[in-house]
C-alpha cells in the first residue's frame, strides 16, 4: 500500500485532503469553538500548524460537508452551513512603514472583494473598506460573515528592533481591528491567530469579549501532534524508529494540557530519513533574541528555574519586552507546570526539546563570543568532561575565551561581571545536550552550574574577585546533595583574571564518599 504523502507547507484543508496527504484531524475542536463561541484569539509559535487550522475553519464554512466524510466534524452531525468568509493574512508583505502596512492591507481586501463580489470606494481607508466588507457580506448572502485573521501581529513583530515603526504599526491596526467590535451584529465567528499576545489594551481596545484559548486545557493540542498522533497516524511512515528518542527531540510543547509536537519538525524528520537535525529552529535565528540578552547581561543560567505570573502572558508590548515572555510566545520556552499562589496562577518555565535546547544554546553561545561555528571546541569540552580531564578542559576554556575578540569586551564590559562567564560556560555546556543544573539549589546556598555526566557528578564554582572558588564548594558542602547517586563527585573551581579576560586557575577534587 503506498503511503500517504507529507503535507510540508501546505496549509489548505481541500488539497491535503483531495490529495492523499496526511491529515492529524482537528475538526472536532473546530466544532466545539464554532457551536461554543464567537470571538476566539490563539497564540501558538511559528510553523505550528496555526494556517492550517484557520483553512480548516474556512473549509467548514465554505458549506461543503462531502469534503469533510470520514473525519469527526463529519460524524458528529455537525450542520454544515455556507457562510461569506473573510481572510484576512499578514503572512507576507513588507512591513517596514504604515505606509507599506497600508498598501498590505489594500491588497488583502481587494482580494476578499473579488471572493465575496463586493465592491470598496478608492477613497475608503483600510478600516472603512473593512466595515463595509463585512456589512455587505452579510446583507448580500444573508448569512453572518465570518472573520478568521492570521498573523495578525507580523506587522510589529518584524519591526520590533525598530520601535517607531512598529509603534505606527500597532496604532494602524489597533484602528484596523477595531472594526470587529463594532460590527457585533452581523458577525457569526471571529478567529484570530499570531505568534504573540499583545494586551487587549495595546491592540484589542474595546473587544473585550474575544476568548483567549492560548492556555485552554480543552484546546492545548489545537495546533501540533500528539504523542499518540505521531504514533498511530504516522506509524506506516516512523515504523521501526525510537519513538522514545523522538519524543525528546521534538516533543515538550506543553500549553496547560497534553505536549505537543511541532508538525514541521516530524514531516521534515521523516522526509530525511529519520535524522534529528533542528528543522524548526534553523527556520529562523532569534536574532533580536539573542541581542536583548546581550544588551540585559542575561544571567542564562536562570533560564533553568523561570517562575512567572500570568502578567507574563500579557507583558509583551513595543514599549516593554521582557526576555522570557518574548521566549515564551516565540517557542524557546514552554510551560511544564503551573500552581496556585496568593497572588495567582504561577508558571514554570523550561526549553521544551533537545531540538530547541542545542540549537537556542549554539546560537547564545556563539553570538556571545563572537566565535562562529564552535563546534569543534565543544566536542574537546565534552571528550574532556567525559574523562574527568580537567586540565584538558581548563586548555579547551581557556583557548576559547582567547579566541573572544578583543573589541567585545571593550565595548559591553562584560568581562566585569562573572555572570558572563558564567553563562558563557552555561550555553556552551549545554549546546552539548549535557544534564545541566544552573543556579543548583542546596540547603547551604546555590551551586553555580552542576553537571550530570553518565559516569560522575561535576560541581562548578565561578569567582572573579579573587576568592577560592574551589573553598566555597567544601566550606558550603555543596556536594552532599549528590552523595546518593552512587556516582564519582568531582568539585572544580574556576577563577577568573578580569585584567586578562581569561580562566586563571582551575582547581578539582574528587570528593571521596564517606570521609
Avoid at 468568509?85 to 508583505?93: L, N, P, T
Avoid at 491592540?203 to 505521531?230: E, K, M, P, R
Amino acid at each position: 500500500m503506498k503511503l500517504k504523502k507529507l503535507p510540508i507547507g501546505i496549509s489548505t484543508l481541500r488539497e491535503i485532503l483531495e490529495e492523499n496527504y496526511i491529515y492529524v484531524d482537528k475538526t472536532h475542536l473546530a466544532q466545539e469553538l464554532i457551536q461554543n463561541g464567537k470571538y476566539y484569539f490563539l497564540s501558538r509559535p511559528r510553523r505550528f500548524g496555526k494556517s492550517l487550522f484557520l483553512d480548516t475553519l474556512r473549509t467548514v464554512f465554505s458549506g461543503d460537508k462531502e469534503i469533510f466524510k470520514g473525519l469527526s466534524i463529519y460524524d458528529n452531525g455537525y450542520k454544515f452551513v455556507k457562510h461569506p468568509v473573510i481572510k484576512i493574512s499578514f503572512g507576507s508583505g513588507s512591513f517596514r512603514s504604515v505606509e507599506n502596512l497600508d498598501r498590505t492591507v489594500f491588497e488583502i481586501l481587494d482580494s476578499n472583494q473579488q471572493d465575496l463580489d463586493i465592491t470598496c470606494s478608492k477613497e475608503f481607508v483600510g478600516a472603512g473598506c473593512f466595515r463595509k466588507l463585512i456589512k455587505e457580506a452579510y446583507l448580500k448572502y444573508n448569512e453572518k460573515v465570518v472573520i478568521l485573521i492570521d498573523e495578525y501581529d507580523k506587522p510589529i513583530l518584524d519591526n520590533i528592533d525598530k520601535t517607531e515603526i512598529a509603534r505606527e504599526n500597532r496604532e494602524y491596526l489597533k484602528d484596523f481591528y477595531s472594526v470587529i467590535k463594532d460590527s457585533d451584529e452581523f458577525i457569526k465567528l471571529v478567529f484570530i491567530t499570531g505568534v504573540s499576545k499583545f494586551s487587549k489594551v495595546s491592540l484589542f481596545s474595546g473587544l473585550n469579549n474575544i476568548q483567549d484559548i492560548t492556555l485552554n486545557h480543552n484546546f492545548a493540542t489545537i495546533c501540533g501532534y500528539t504523542q499518540n498522533d505521531v504514533e498511530r497516524v504516522f506509524a506506516k511512515h516512523l515504523e521501526g524508529q525510537n519513538f522514545n528518542k523522538i519524543r525528546k527531540w521534538y516533543n515538550g510543547y506543553k500549553f496547560l494540557g497534553e505536549g505537543v509536537y511541532n508538525p514541521f519538525d516530524i514531516l521534515l524528520f521523516i522526509a530525511n530519513n529519520f535524522m534529528f537535525s533542528n528543522y524548526w529552529f534553523q527556520t529562523a535565528t532569534p536574532t533580536f533574541l539573542l541581542k536583548l540578552i546581550e544588551k540585559n547581561n542575561y544571567f542564562l543560567p536562570n533560564l533553568e528555574n523561570i517562575v512567572k505570573d500570568e502578567m507574563m502572558l500579557n507583558s509583551f508590548d513595543v514599549d516593554y519586552i521582557e526576555l522570557e515572555t518574548l521566549m515564551w510566545q516565540t517557542g524557546y520556552l514552554t510551560i511544564y507546570d503551573s500552581y496556585e499562589s496568593i497572588k495567582g496562577i504561577k508558571y514554570k518555565l523550561t526549553i521544551p526539546n533537545n531540538e530547541v535546547r542545542i540549537s537556542l544554546m549554539s546560537s547564545i553561545a556563539d553570538f556571545m563570543s563572537k566565535i562562529q561555528n564552535s563546534e569543534l571546541t565543544q566536542e574537546d569540552i565534552y571528550d574532556a568532561l567525559l574523562n574527568l580531564n580537567f586540565i584538558e578542559f581548563e586548555k579547551t576554556f581557556k583557548s576559547l575565551f582567547a579566541s573572544i575578540p578583543y573589541n567585545l569586551f571593550t565595548k559591553n564590559k562584560m568581562y566585569e561581571y562573572e555572570g558572563y562567564y558564567v553563562s558563557l560556560f552555561y550555553v556552551y555546556l549545554k549546546a552539548l545536550g549535557l544534564d545541566i543544573v544552573g543556579e543548583d539549589v542546596t540547603n547551604k546556598g546555590r551551586i553555580d552550574l552542576t553537571i550530570k555526566m553518565p559516569n560522575s557528578i561535576i560541581i562548578i564554582e565561578f569567582k572573579t574577585d579573587g576568592s577560592n572558588a574551589l573553598k566555597q564548594i567544601k566550606e558550603k558542602d555543596y556536594y552532599q546533595k549528590y552523595l546518593n547517586e552512587n556516582l564519582p563527585i568531582y568539585i572544580v573551581g574556576i577563577e577568573f583574571n578580569i585584567e586578562d579576560r581569561n580562566i586563571s586557575k582551575v582547581e578539582y577534587e574528587e570528593i571521596k564518599i564517606g570521609e
